[in-house]
């Protein structure tokens, strides 16, 4: 099944809508405050951070879905993590759910909060609590862009997108919205992501969304850090009238299809507008004996500073590439290998072959291309993006809170 990724985002599902206003939490002025709301209480299922330290949203959200996982609402602000912020920080979470749970006149422990900015400051929880009525105010079907702008940081533009499956009950619609530039790496980035379908999911999806998750915001690496906030949510209200467990198994493969190529395609949204990136690379690693060892040498190379630099430099140091596989931990032959710049093959048996430079430094100026590495040990495959490093990565980076 071919998938039609079109402009759009978390409103295009049936019975969802959204606003995104200016709070002031941001010095900029800003959109920084936004909420999704679906008017049917959605199944929710939800990836977060493996980072050690977690933020009150993300503390906040566990919480929650550990009791159940039927949700209205999500209220995301901007500007401000809500990171390392002690008991308050956490009170404040739960202060902002309460509010739009009053507001909108909803049920206890139905609505889940996000944030997303600088770590180590506490909410301006004054801003927030006047703006809420305003935010719930200006809920409409209409603001999917809205939303998108309000859950930005240092992104230089909105990410999102939806997909439609046609099915011989219904049509079924995917909606999303995501952001991330920076600080961004499996598991998973500093990134918020959120999907809506108006499919009606089963219980037990919640592995089946984790496989997909591996597959998408976990196979993308700006710079190596892992993030405070990290969130993947999938709200599903069955508003479609679409139950996934009564299609045919054909249908269910390409409602699957739809959902992991609208994950991974906000993903790439992501890679693509990193910090300073002018860059996207897919890393292949082939051949491998399974597909943890592939995963873990893929992310290896992708990781690497100096493999980053030299895209950043146009230089097809291929070098630098077998060696960041070598550190990867992962044992292979280094007398086996294969590498390839796109077609071209640069390595064969661990040794280099006679290749034009003219070739590679064509591949090596383009925007997109990918890297192949074959192990030649087995049949298991994987890939992971991600983007240069430039001298803009420093400046933003070095520049953050100041």
Not at 25 to 47: M, P, Q, T, V, W
Not at 228 to 235: G, H, K, Q, S
Not at 294 to 318: M, R, Y
Not at 372 to 379: T, Y
Request: contains cysteine; proline residues 2%.
């Amino acid at each position: 099944m071919k998938i039609d990724i079109m402009n759009g985002g978390v409103c295009f599902p049936k019975g969802f809508s959204a606003a995104g206003v200016k709070a002031g939490i941001k010095a900029s002025g800003n959109l920084d405050l936004a909420l999704l709301y679906s008017e049917k209480s959605a199944r929710c299922f939800a990836a977060f951070t493996k980072n050690q330290v977690q933020a009150a949203p993300v503390l906040h959200g566990k919480e929650v879905l550990s009791k159940q996982n039927l949700i209205n609402a999500i209220v995301v602000n901007s500007g401000n993590a809500n990171a390392c912020t002690g008991e308050q920080g956490y009170a404040d979470a739960v202060s902002m759910a309460e509010l739009v749970e009053s507001e909108l006149k909803l049920s206890k422990h139905s609505v889940l909060v996000g944030s997303t900015g600088v770590i180590g400051h506490k909410l301006p929880m004054e801003k927030i609590r006047a703006t809420i009525p305003e935010l719930v105010k200006n809920l409409g079907t209409e603001n999917s862009e809205l939303f998108a702008k309000a859950i930005c940081t240092t992104d230089t533009t909105i990410k999102t997108a939806c997909v439609s499956v046609q099915t011989s009950v219904g049509e079924i619609r995917f909606g999303g919205s995501c952001k991330g530039s920076g600080m961004i790496h499996p598991n998973m980035a500093t990134m918020l992501a959120y999907i809506t379908t108006d499919l009606q999911l089963p219980e037990d999806f919640s592995t089946e969304f984790r496989v997909f998750v591996d597959e998408s915001f976990n196979a993308i690496t700006v710079d190596g850090d892992m993030s405070t906030n990290d969130t993947c949510i999938i709200l599903a209200n069955g508003q479609s009238g679409v139950f996934l467990n009564d299609l045919n198994l054909t249908e269910q493969a390409d409602v699957r299809h739809a959902l992991l190529g609208l994950m991974k395609h906000l993903a790439l949204q992501i890679v693509q507008d990193g910090e300073g990136a002018t860059k996207k690379i897919e890393i292949e690693v082939c051949g491998a004996r399974n597909k943890t060892e592939a995963t873990q040498i893929a992310k290896s190379i992708a990781t690497s500073n100096l493999v980053k630099c030299a895209f950043f430099g146009e230089d097809p140091n291929w070098g630098r590439i077998v060696s960041s596989a070598g550190a990867s931990g992962v044992e292979f032959s280094a007398a086996k290998i294969s590498l390839y710049f796109e077609n071209v093959q640069v390595v064969r048996n661990g040794m280099p072959l006679e290749v034009p430079k003219s070739q590679l430094l064509e591949i090596v100026k383009r925007k997109e291309y990918k890297i192949s590495l074959d192990l030649c040990l087995g049949q298991y495959k994987t890939s992971v993006f991600t983007c240069d490093l430039s001298y803009d990565y420093v400046k933003i980076n070095a520049e953050y809170t100041t």
